[in-house]
Structures are given as structure tokens and as C-alpha cells.
């Protein structure tokens, strides 16, 4: 399948019936340690509709000095081929270190340490893969204190020596230029947006003085407007809407993706 053009949503079970039910939608995104051994119903009932599936990925840890996981890798792939994705994507970030499990996407510190740790780690998931990855920036609440990089040239360095695409979060470019008191503009003008793959939002809330990527509210009128300046400098080819938890009704969620295309410069979906 070629990669898809248009609206998507993050497929989750919770809302896997009002998802199918939206006219116009060119992709969904699943968690890639969700699917087990067979395609859900559901999911299934997309694809026919050849509506392409991302496989998108929380475990690996990427960043991790140690080596990923080879039974993790080896089950990444095999996921990507059940869904059949046109493309898959992970996290610059790590999950694990020293065989301890965070349970949460933690930042790596911008050095060129880091950057051969996640290097190496993409390469080895890259040789089991048989379609492109797409690495994401994470939203982090704290920065460490050796970072001898910008946060644009570490990722430009991982995207071009390992050749990946782009999976871009404006709602974490949004989060993380909140909480550090910077300009999300000047990050934009600073990446190379011509390896986007495809684009994430969502929406958050601030908890404690920060803004948190809850994915579990509506996307804000900030990220919107971020949306805007990033589709005035390049119209990504994808725009695919987070959401886990707290659930909205199904015309919420219409309304939600139809402000997303009409941003995007793509056609609603309703």
C-alpha cells in the first residue's frame, strides 16, 4: 500500500466502532505491542477499505545504551506485517536501562553519545523491517544537564545517518516549548521538514506549573495554529489526531478531525 494523503486517527479499541464509522479517513495509527496474533474485527473492516495502518511503537527504547531487544524487534516487524503498513514509527527516547522497565518515554540527553546509541539501536531494528521508519520526537518535562546539542541538530543528525523520515508531534513541539519558555516557530524553521513522514496532535493540560501531552483532552487552539505555520512551511502528507482517554462522543471527534483538515488544507472528512 503507498503511503496514505489526508486525515487519520489513532485506532483504539475503546473506539474502534465510532472510528469505523468515519467517512473519508485515509489512515490509522495502532499502538504496535497492542496488536497480539491476529488483526481485531474492526481493524480488519478498515483495511478492506484499504484505509492504510501505521504501526506505531512504545517499547524498543531506541535511545538506550544497551542493545534493543531482539524479541521485541523481531515482534515489531512481524506487526507491521500483519496490519500491512505502508510505513512504521517509533520514539527517540529510551524505556529501559540496565534491564530496569520506566514504563514511560523518557528524553535522552542531547549528546553525540546518545546519538551513536540511537543510531545503532535503529539500524538493527531497520534489518528486519521491509518498509520505512519514522522516528518521533518526545515531549519531555525536564532537559538534561550535559546537552551539548540543539534539540534541531540531534534530530537532524539521527534523521540523516540513519536515513529515517520524520514523525513530527506538534503537540509535543507545542508541550515542550511551553514548559521551556522557547519558540515552537523557531524549532519548525529549524528541522528538516521535507522528511516528514506524517504529523501527530493532540491535546493536554497543564498539572503543576507544566503542560503535560495527555492525549486526553481536545487539541488546543495553540497547537492548531502551530499546525498552521508548520503546513504554511510544508504540508506534511499525513495529520493523524491522538487520543487516549477520556473519550469524546463520535461528532466530538468529527468536528475535531474536520478542524485538523481544514488546518491541513486537506478535505474534511465528514
Do not use: K
Amino acid at each position: 500500500m503507498t503511503p496514505p494523503y489526508g486525515v487519520g486517527i489513532g485506532w483504539r479499541s475503546e473506539i474502534a466502532g465510532a472510528v469505523a464509522q468515519l467517512p473519508g479517513l485515509r489512515a490509522v495509527e495502532v499502538v504496535a505491542e497492542s496488536i497480539q496474533e491476529a488483526v481485531p474485527p474492526l481493524l480488519r473492516a478498515l483495511m478492506d477499505q484499504r484505509v492504510a495502518v501505521i504501526a506505531h511503537g512504545v517499547r524498543l527504547s531506541l535511545g538506550s545504551a544497551d542493545p534493543v531487544d531482539p524479541a521485541r524487534v523481531t515482534r515489531f516487524a512481524a506487526t507491521a506485517a500483519l496490519v500491512e503498513a505502508p510505513l512504521v514509527s517509533e520514539h527517540i527516547a529510551f524505556v529501559r536501562a540496565g534491564g530496569v522497565e520506566a514504563g514511560h518515554l523518557l528524553p535522552l540527553p542531547r549528546t553525540a553519545a546518545a546519538v551513536d546509541a540511537v543510531v545503532r539501536n535503529v539500524r538493527r531494528v531497520q534489518a528486519e523491517l521491509s518498509v520505512p521508519l519514522a522516528l518521533e520526537p518526545i515531549a519531555a518535562l525536564f532537559d538534561w544537564p550535559d546537552d551539548a546539542m540543539t534539540e534541531a541538530d540531534f534530530l537532524t543528525e539521527i534523521l540523516e545517518r540513519t536515513g529515517c523520515q520524520l514523525l513530527l508531534d506538534v503537540a509535543n513541539v507545542y508541550a515542550n516549548a511551553r514548559n521551556r519558555g522557547t519558540d515552537p516557530v523557531a524549532l519548525l524553521d529549524a528541522l528538516p521538514l521535507e522528511r516528514i513522514a506524517y504529523v501527530h496532535v493532540a491535546g493536554g493540560e497543564e498539572i503543576g506549573g507544566l503542560y503535560h501531552d495527555t492525549h486526553a483532552a481536545a487539541v488546543p487552539e495553540p497547537v492548531l495554529a502551530l499546525l498552521g505555520e508548520l503546513c504554511d512551511r510544508h504540508r506534511p502528507p499525513l495529520v493523524l489526531l491522538e487520543r487516549d482517554g477520556h473519550y469524546p462522543p463520535a461528532a466530538h471527534m468529527r468536528s475535531e478531525l474536520d478542524a485538523i483538515a481544514r488546518v491541513s488544507g486537506y478535505p474534511v472528512i465528514t
